[in-house]
């Protein structure tokens, strides 16, 4: 009973820290002129904007189509860090999940 239980929480661990990754998952992308700088979360959604100097100089237009390309490009880097970061859970939780524990 005490392996069963010792499984249990190394999957309960396992699942906590898997949440923890997730939620630490933070990319900042710049603008390749440097005026504009967006960070996004692990699910894509802007959490910081940055324009720097000379930003308003660009018109509304082309500013608003360098934010939104800019934050697009944080978050296809978000999202490849979460897709890594679930890629490494699946494998360490399904040995977890393979892992029989004596007696089975």
């Known amino acids: 009973m005490d ?11 396992g699942l906590r820290d898997f949440e923890e990754k997730l939620r630490a998952i933070s990319v900042r992308a710049t603008s390749s002129d440097g005026l504009v700088t967006a960070e996004v979360d692990a699910k894509g959604a802007l ?4 324009l720097e100097h000379g930003a308003n100089e660009l018109g509304a237009g082309r500013l608003a189509d360098q934010i939104v390309t800019t934050a697009a490009l944080a978050a296809q880097k978000a999202y490849a ?19 029989r524990p004596a007696g089975d």
């Open 3 to 13: 392996e069963l239980e010792a499984r249990a929480q190394r999957q309960l661990d």
């Open 81 to 99: 860090k979460v897709a890594a970061v679930t890629e490494e859970f699946n494998e360490s939780f399904g040995d977890l999940l393979a892992a």
């Open 47 to 50: 959490v910081d904007l940055r």
